[in-house]
Structures are given as structure tokens and as C-alpha cells.
């Protein structure tokens, strides 16, 4: 079986790299997703993201900062396997699309999350959703997913990532549809009564 993947890089060397290596996917992420986890926002507003800081600020293999950090923000997403989504003071933010769109696993930590197009996509297949509780156990849950399973979560944000792309004129199965179809479903459940 093929699989088919791109990267960003203006790095020469990691093309090269990857050239030469029998399983480019594989090396792809080894070198240039070297970081485990991302996660850049506010915590003043949750209390599972001040925890989150807390436990994990020092730990190398995690880039996490409380407001922006150190480096441009999709680079986090680009470096990085997983990105979390830890709910805060917003219900919904554009966190998790960018980073489906850069190819970074979603987290979701949440002790309930409505997740979009829950109805036609199943989220096991390309992100990991923890509770709250379990954020002092994140790492151990993380590395304890096989190589295989994070490949293929890997394969199918490829595949999923068009539901979650705008364009300034809309395409077949992008986000513009998938919201007038959600909407759709849900024209009976409101009446209002005259």
C-alpha cells in the first residue's frame, strides 16, 4: 500500500534526508514532527489548561505556552505530532482545524466536547480525546499509541482535511458545505412559535 504525503520545508537537508529514506512517512515524522505535543493559549480561563502548564512546562518534548510562543504559531502545529485543544473561556476556536490543516493530531481534553460533524466523521480515526482528569497522564497516553495507529490517524487527517478548508469559492465537500449541510439537519429541530 502507497501512501501519499507532503511537508513543508524549505530545509534542504531534511529533503534530502527524507530521499534517502526507505519509509519517508516514518522519517517525516521522526524528524521533522520531533516534538510530542503543542499547545500555545491563554489559561487564566480553565482550569485543565493552568494544570496542563503546570505539570508539563518543563518537559522537552512538549512545546507549551501560556499566550504565544517563542516561535510563529502554525510552526508549533508543523513540529509537533499531537496539538491539543484544551477547552477554555470560548466554546469553539479555530484550534483544532489548523491543526488538521498542518497535519498535527488533535487532542481534544474535555469532559464533554460537541465535536463538528460528529454525525459523518468518526474523530477516533484521526484525534485522541482524553477527559480533563486525565491530563496528569497525557504523556503516558500519547506514547503508549502505536506507531501504526499514529500513521494512520496521520493518513486520515489527509483525508478529512478538505471538510475543514475555506476557500473564497467554495469547493465540493469543504467547510462551506459541511455547514449548510449541518444546518440542514437541524432546519426541524427550531420553531418559533407566532
Not at 518537559?59 to 484544551?86: A, M, N, Q
Not at 478529512?160 to 429541530?189: C, E, N
Request: aromatic share 14%; hydrophobic share 40%; charged share 20%.
Amino acid at each position: 500500500m502507497s501512501i501519499s504525503w507532503s511537508f513543508e520545508s524549505s530545509d534542504v537537508n531534511t529533503a534530502i534526508l527524507l530521499s534517502s529514506c526507505p519509509l519517508p512517512l516514518q522519517c517525516f515524522i521522526r524528524f521533522c514532527r520531533h516534538k510530542l505535543v503543542f499547545f500555545a493559549g491563554r489559561v487564566q480561563n480553565s482550569l485543565a489548561r493552568r494544570d496542563l502548564l503546570e505539570l508539563w512546562k518543563n518537559d522537552s518534548s512538549f512545546d507549551i505556552f501560556s499566550g504565544s510562543s517563542s516561535f510563529p504559531y502554525k510552526e508549533g502545529f508543523r513540529r509537533s505530532r499531537y496539538c491539543l485543544h484544551v477547552k477554555g473561556y470560548e466554546v469553539n476556536t479555530a484550534r483544532v482545524s489548523d491543526a488538521i490543516q498542518h497535519g498535527c493530531v488533535p487532542v481534544l481534553i474535555s469532559n464533554y466536547y460537541d465535536l463538528p460533524l460528529a454525525n459523518i466523521l468518526d474523530w477516533s480515526k484521526f484525534s485522541i480525546i482524553i477527559n480533563e482528569r486525565d491530563v496528569p497522564h497525557l504523556k503516558k497516553i500519547l506514547l503508549s499509541v502505536s506507531k501504526r495507529t499514529y500513521l494512520n490517524m496521520y493518513k486520515n487527517l489527509g483525508i478529512v482535511r478538505k471538510h475543514f478548508a475555506w476557500y473564497s469559492s467554495p469547493k465540493k465537500y469543504d467547510s462551506f458545505h459541511m455547514t449548510v449541510y449541518q444546518l440542514w439537519l437541524k432546519r426541524g429541530l427550531h420553531r418559533v412559535d407566532w
